[in-house]
Each structure stands twice: as structure tokens, then as C-alpha cells.
């Protein structure tokens, strides 16, 4: 029986791995999570009561609280996700982003180091430490090519800089410690659960209130879009199959300029909630984000390969099922949307 710890498990990814861990795989699952504004506890209401399932609020920074969880609870499987992920608020307060990706990032290696420097043979052998990065570690892209987990590193937005540092201690600590790790490196994200000042869920409520839809620049930089039930599904397979030491980039192969994605939204809700005037009417231009990386493409020819996975959503199946989601689900996002109603970050 795999007992797997996730860090950052009440986020969007990490709320959706823990949901599939539970739901379909049946694992024993303990999640720590700082709780900050992004940490959404509702997102795992369903799974809250499972007796396979346990929480505590506590920040990966905090040495001595993650050492005692690890020690009690005694995964043989690390699942790190704990991290501040949006580029804007990087830009408005890169601290954060270095406290917890970079300082927690290292805290927990430590942690880990010394409970598996004390487990047999046989457990060691076992266990694995699964640190889950971004594509935005490679920096831009031309208009072709793709990321291979051989591009060297090139972040340019204090996020992703952050985001590199972690990687290269946890690469670090399996070449030096020997502590057996795999990483992986994702596109970007989308699907139910995703908090609102992300460009999705944040098109889709503005348009459903009425306000404008800003898009950067000319809407010309390019995303390529993962549905997140299929990187939950990515995530365990490299956690259980991948070799030690190795990166793997994981990708739906999805390529959408942002004004493709804003458009097809509001398409999908031109049919879905009718109006007078188009959705996308509502649609306006503003300054590009400083530093904005022009394309990411991720080339996810390895995990499919070597592991057998391979994304199931397209973006025109995922988005649908993504905007119903939201129609669906006010309950959840409502609450947020009074803290957060959509204003533009990142604008230093």
C-alpha cells in the first residue's frame, strides 16, 4: 500500500492529485498545506471524510512540523507541490515566491533526507521524492520548437526563477545524498477548482459578470493547455514508474495563442447562456506583463514513451467541461471572487 505525502495538496494540481489518489487508486494520503489564498480546503470536501485521508495546515518552512508529520505518518512516497505559482504576483511581491519555493523547497530535501537516511534497505529502495516543477523553468520559446527535458534552464519572471532554484537542489540532493528523486516539468494547468485570477476561471466569471476580459499585449503569446485531471493522472504514473534521477515534461499537446483561448471561451458561452451581444465584445487589449515569455510548447515525448501516458483531453473537450464546471459550481468560486474580483496583478 502506498502511503504518499503531498505537499501543497489544497491548491489547484495538488487538490486534483489528492482526489485521484483517493478516489481511484486507493492510496493512503496525508496533505500539508500552508493554506495560503490559493489553498482552497473546499476543493477537497470530497474527499475530507475518507478514512484514507488526512490533513494538517502547516507551512513546508516550518522544519520541525514537517519532520514530525513525515516521521508519523511514514510515506514511502513524497509528492512535492507546495509553491507560489502565479507569474503576476511574483512581479508585484517576488518575496513570497523565494520564501517558500527556494527556503521550503530545501527544508523539506532535508526533512526527507534524514527519514529516508533511516529507513532498511528494502524501504529505501522504495521510496521516492516526486518534486513537480514548470515548463516556465526553459524561459521562451521561438515560434517553433519544443521543451525536451535537455533545454537548458532560461526562467525570466521571478516565479520561474524560483521555480529553477528548487529544481537544482532537488537534483542537487539526488547527486550528492543519493536521495532518489524524479521531477517533472508541466505546461500550463486548467480545468474545475482553479482559482479565479487565473486566465481561464478568470475569463469565464468576468464574462459571466459582465466586466471586460483584458488580454496582454496582442493575445499572440502561445500556452500549451493540460487539463488537470490528466497531469493529476501524469504526476502518480512517474511517481510509481519513473526512473530515479530522471525529468519528465509533461505536456497536452495543445498549443493556444491567449487570444484563442478567450475567444473559444466565450464561443462555448455565445451557446451555452445566450445573450444580446456576443461574449467576446467584452474582450479588451491592455500593456503586456513585464517580462511576458512569448511560447511554451512541451515535447512529452518521453513520459509517453517510456511510461504510457498520454494526455485524454483535447482543449475543446477539456474547456467545455471546464466552463460547465464553473456554471456548476458558484459555491465554490463565489466565495473567492469577494476577495479576489478580477483586477490585473503583475502590472510593475
Not at 521543451?147 to 537544482?168: L, N
Not at 540532493?173 to 485570477?197: A, D, K, M
Request: contains cysteine; negative net charge.
Amino acid at each position: 500500500m502506498n502511503r504518499i505525502l503531498v505537499t501543497g495538496g489544497a491548491g489547484f494540481i495538488g487538490s486534483a492529485l489528492c482526489r485521484h489518489l483517493i478516489k481511484d487508486k486507493g492510496y493512503e494520503v496525508c496533505n500539508i498545506d500552508k493554506l495560503t489564498y490559493a489553498g482552497v480546503k473546499e476543493s477537497l470536501s470530497c474527499i475530507e471524510n475518507e478514512s484514507k485521508y488526512q490533513f494538517f495546515p502547516i507551512d513546508i518552512c516550518d522544519g520541525a512540523s514537517v519532520k514530525t508529520i513525515i516521521n508519523i505518518f511514514k510515506p514511502n512516497i513524497i509528492m512535492h507541490l507546495a509553491a507560489e505559482s502565479h507569474v503576476d504576483r511574483s512581479i508585484d511581491g517576488p518575496s513570497d515566491f523565494i520564501h517558500t519555493n527556494i527556503i521550503g523547497s530545501y527544508t523539506l530535501l532535508e526533512c526527507a533526507r534524514e527519514y529516508w537516511d533511516n529507513l532498511n534497505n528494502l524501504e529505501k529502495d522504495n521510496f521516492r521524492f516526486h518534486h513537480v516543477s514548470t515548463d516556465e523553468v526553459y524561459g521562451t520559446l521561438g515560434p517553433k520548437g519544443l521543451f525536451s527535458e535537455e533545454t537548458p534552464y532560461d526562467p525570466r519572471s521571478p516565479y520561474s526563477s524560483s521555480k529553477a532554484s528548487s529544481d537544482h537542489l532537488v537534483k542537487a540532493w539526488y547527486h550528492t545524498y543519493g536521495l532518489p528523486i524524479v521531477i517533472t516539468n508541466c505546461s500550463n494547468n486548467y480545468g474545475p477548482y482553479h482559482f479565479p485570477e487565473k486566465l481561464i476561471p478568470l475569463v469565464i466569471l468576468n464574462a459571466l459578470d459582465g466586466k471586460s476580459l483584458p488580454i496582454y499585449g496582442k493575445g499572440d503569446n502561445v500556452r500549451d493547455w493540460l487539463y488537470v485531471e490528466d497531469h493529476a493522472k501524469a504526476l502518480i504514473t512517474v511517481a510509481e514508474k519513473g526512473k530515479v534521477g530522471n525529468t519528465y515534461n509533461i505536456g497536452g499537446r495543445n498549443e493556444y495563442t491567449n487570444l484563442q483561448v478567450v475567444e473559444t471561451i466565450c464561443n462555448h458561452l455565445d451557446n451555452i447562456k445566450p445573450k444580446k451581444n456576443s461574449f467576446s465584445e467584452q474582450i479588451i487589449f491592455v500593456d503586456d506583463r513585464p517580462g511576458h515569455d512569448l511560447r511554451y510548447a512541451i515535447d512529452a515525448s518521453k513520459i509517453e514513451n517510456e511510461l504510457g501516458w498520454k494526455a485524454v483531453e483535447n482543449f475543446e473537450t477539456g474547456i467545455l467541461k471546464t466552463i460547465n464546471w464553473y456554471l456548476e459550481n458558484e459555491w465554490w468560486w463565489k466565495p473567492l471572487r469577494k476577495n479576489y474580483s478580477g483586477e490585473r496583478l503583475g502590472k510593475k
